[in-house]
């Protein structure tokens, strides 16, 4: 791993306030016996740290109460065990306590930060000389998202205003030290979250500096060689994770150009350039002579989506040639005549090599992979990264081809519609999927959501799901930047 030392300190001196906010919950007067349970509703999906407030009827406690803990999201998770869950990703991430209270009444305040909108109590045992009473609780909220900054969304559309309004709540509630991918889990900076959130963020909460401390924090922990990592963990010190994701190490580069269009910093775009660079120059060890993207059965080796059916060649191809010209623009910007030049040449070659080897002229579409596989996902990334016009967009609809299942490939599926002018398809999209959600009950958007499967999980099972996760916000910046009043 690398570190310099510059950028850390740079990243250090733009660490936010987090705002705090307290919200409570109702208990119940009923009282509860061995084997009772209450659910509390804080009414809102908080990200903070809760105190629980208990008494007690009957006699004088003689045994401690012991009790199970369970805060969700969505309060369908509170029917899900976790003892059914035997998935590839840890079953620790599932934010369920057990705790013993051996003085009552009593306040107990919880240590961790949890993300959740419902807390379940539940008496695992208890004496029978005594009755536990559930008085309330209380959360100590934290982001820092700053509410006086909010722009306001100016349409007519109440249902378009719900949705932008549960999009600003999921930005907020994970707008925290950086942008978390999600509160619940994982809990850290993502490369392809931060990109979305910072458009997100670019267009409500404005906190460019934000933006910034976490292209610094990634420039400033780095894989050998200077890679970008696809994500960083931020304690007990920030250290970039092992974890390298073609796709993620290459969106550095537009996320600093947005950044930059955004901000008209200068000084931070000249900086971080060469960072920038160096995921371009790293790239090419992917290429084979022709400029054709190796395909590879790695896993997470390129990310685009979490349909674990999908071949990643073609999308890999797209995003290159994406990132590509925003380095052209970055170049640009900054006179570098030199890679300015090299830039265009390598487009043009990559391009034709998309166009020769993934193409396939009989179907009209592009297919990837050993087994020509068709799918969404490459489609929409030949569409952003220049290779053709939004036909293959409509011939994919009538053809067998795998689908997508986050809301992250979906806000890339309505870019790629606004760039080919399909602005009124775009929109119908994004009412539908994320309107689908909130017709769902969601008050925030979830990491994972298809419309043909409410079970999807790429993790082998929902309990483990995040349901307030960053790169779902997207509708706060299409219906801000493309469909406000
Ligand atoms: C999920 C993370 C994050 C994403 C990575 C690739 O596990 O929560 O959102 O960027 O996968």
Request: proline share 3%; with cysteine; net charge negative.
């Amino acid at each position: 791993m690398e570190r310099n030392e510059t950028f850390l300190q740079k990243a250090e001196e733009l660490k936010p306030t987090l705002h705090t906010r307290r919200v409570s919950a109702l208990g119940s007067k009923t009282p509860l016996k061995k084997g009772g349970s209450l659910t509390l509703d804080f009414g809102e999906h908080l990200v903070g740290t809760v105190t629980i407030r208990l008494a007690f009827v009957g006699s004088h406690p003689d045994a401690p109460a012991w009790l199970r803990l369970k805060f969700a999201e969505r309060e369908q998770e509170l029917s899900e065990n976790v003892e059914d869950y035997h998935g590839w990703i840890s079953a620790s991430w599932v934010q369920q306590e057990q705790i013993h209270v051996d003085v009552l009444p009593c306040e107990v305040r919880l240590e961790r930060r949890y993300a959740f909108r419902y807390v379940q109590l539940e008496v695992l045992d208890i004496s029978g000389k005594y009755d536990l009473v559930v008085k309330g609780a209380d959360c100590e909220a934290v982001s820092s998202a700053d509410e006086a900054a909010l722009l306001p969304y100016e349409t007519e559309d109440a249902f378009l205003r719900q949705i932008d309004a549960v999009a600003c709540k999921t930005l907020h509630e994970c707008m925290q030290l950086v942008f978390e991918d999600g509160p619940k889990r994982d809990r850290r900076l993502w490369m392809g979250d931060l990109r979305l959130q910072a458009l997100a963020n670019y267009q409500s909460y404005r906190n460019h500096d934000l933006v910034k401390r976490c292209l610094y924090l990634f420039a400033g922990s780095t894989l050998p060689g200077g890679r970008v990592g696809a994500g960083l963990f931020l304690e007990p010190e920030i250290e970039v994770d092992d974890t390298a994701m073609f796709d993620y190490s290459l969106l550095y580069v537009p996320t600093l150009l947005d950044y930059y269009e955004t901000t008209g910093d200068r000084e931070t775009l000249t900086e971080l350039w060469p960072t920038a660079w160096r995921q371009i120059e790293l790239a090419q060890d992917h290429f084979d002579g022709r400029g054709l993207v190796r395909d590879s059965d790695v896993r997470g080796w390129c990310f685009v989506d979490w349909n674990l059916a999908l071949n990643k060649q073609a999308g890999a191809q797209g995003i290159y040639l994406y990132c590509l010209r925003a380095a052209e623009k970055i170049a640009e910007i900054l006179d570098d005549a030199e890679k300015s030049a090299w830039i265009k040449a390598d487009y043009e070659k990559k391009k034709r090599a998309a166009l020769d080897g993934l193409y396939d002229a009989a179907q009209g579409l592009f297919v990837s992979g050993a087994e020509k596989q068709v799918s969404w996902a490459s489609q929409i990334w030949m569409v952003l990264g220049g290779v053709c016009g939004g036909d293959v967009l409509h011939r994919v609809e009538k053809a067998e081809a795998v689908t997508m299942v986050t809301p992250y490939l979906y806000h890339h599926y309505v870019q790629a519609l606004l760039d080919v002018g399909e602005k009124e398809k775009a929109l119908q999209v994004l009412t539908e999927y994320w309107g689908g959600m909130v017709k769902e009950g969601a008050d925030t958007f979830w990491e994972l959501y298809d419309p043909a499967d409410p079970n999807a999980s790429p993790y082998g099972g929902t309990i483990v799901n995040s349901y307030c996760h960053a790169w779902s916000c997207a509708p706060a910046y299409f219906l801000r930047k493309y469909f406000s009043k």
